[in-house]
């Protein structure tokens, strides 16, 4: 299967690290694609930095701050190739990003979305991502949601995909300020098979002031009430659903929002969470700060789940 990848950039206010993040993607091995940056809005240098380089495969898109979602939105109906490659303003590949995946796409010409292992990049160290899984083959066809309990396989700076899949998923959900990526995967998940290649090639830039790592409010988060209905048919997407449940009932605790805490623990089968997960849903709100607090020494990405 020949592959032509269309590249897309989401930028806002991300001057700190953009041109590493271009240069990331002309520097890659395969050359074969276009790269579509959409510039959300940003009020720094961004556009400056973009407007620098010079090359044909560029097309540069500009719009009012509209958010994550939107902004990718944009990109993907604007790209003329079949394949999409998502990448954030501030992440990294490795040079044989394209081409490994292209090699992928030869051999599992039948499938549709495809990922490699991720690491997380801080200041002064790398952390590969940890998957609740072992892989021994290089590329092996998963189950997203059986294969996402511990650290999703699929991220915006890791995917590449058929365009035509948003003809059964849909597009990203605007409503959805921060984690559109989860509620984008479940569609994903729940209609394709994920052709997983476990080697690190993309790097998450650990990045405080991004959006994903300031807006806490649990009123800006998903609800996970979209699928009802085909969970109550799939186990793996349930005890995925009831994972990502977990953590919104925590942060809704430290809101004191006891309404959406009711919601979220009404959702969730405690049989899907492990014994420490279970006994911190059911600890009282200064114990969490406390745990939070322990784990924030690490200086990495918190994430709620806390165990």
């Not at 240069?23 to 400056?48: A, R």
């Not at 097309?59 to 958010?67: C, L, Y």
């Not at 501030?90 to 010409?109: F, G, H, M, R, S």
């Not at 590329?139 to 890791?158: A, D, G, P, Q």
Request: glycine share 2%.
């Amino acid at each position: 299967m020949s592959a032509s990848f269309s590249v897309i950039i989401s930028v806002f206010n991300k001057e700190k690290y953009i041109k590493a993040t271009i240069e990331s993607v002309l520097q890659q091995s395969f050359k074969d694609f276009e790269l579509i940056i959409v510039n959300d809005g940003s009020t720094d240098q961004s556009l400056d930095i973009i407007k620098s380089f010079e090359d044909e495969r560029i097309k540069i898109i500009t719009t009012k701050n509209q958010g994550a979602s939107q902004c990718r939105n944009t990109g993907i109906k604007a790209a003329s190739n079949s394949f999409i490659a998502l990448l954030d303003g501030d992440d990294l590949w490795e040079n044989n990003y394209l081409q490994t995946i292209k090699v992928a796409l030869q051999d599992y010409p039948e499938y549709s979305v495809f990922a490699t292992a991720i690491a997380h990049k801080y200041k002064n160290k790398i952390v590969p991502a940890i998957y609740s899984f072992k892989q021994n083959k290089f590329c092996e066809v998963r189950n997203y949601f059986e294969s996402s309990l511990n650290h999703t396989i699929l991220t915006s700076s890791s995917i590449v995909f058929k365009k035509s899949i948003i003809e059964k998923t849909g597009y990203f959900d605007n409503a959805i300020e921060s984690g559109e990526d989860t509620d984008f995967w479940i569609r994903i998940g729940i209609n394709y098979s994920i052709v997983f290649i476990n080697k690190i090639l993309a790097y998450y830039n650990y990045v405080p002031e991004s959006i994903s790592n300031t807006i806490f409010s649990v009123k800006n988060k998903p609800k996970y009430n979209k699928y009802l209905k085909e969970e109550q048919h799939d186990e793996h997407l349930k005890i995925y659903l009831d994972r990502n449940r977990f953590p919104m009932a925590i942060l809704s605790k430290l809101e004191r929002d006891k309404e959406s805490f009711r919601y979220y623990k009404s959702h969730i089968n405690p049989n899907n969470l492990r014994l420490s997960q279970n006994i911190i849903l059911n600890s009282p709100r200064w114990f969490i700060r406390f745990l939070l607090r322990i784990k924030s020494l690490k200086g990495e990405k918190l994430y709620y789940p806390l165990t």
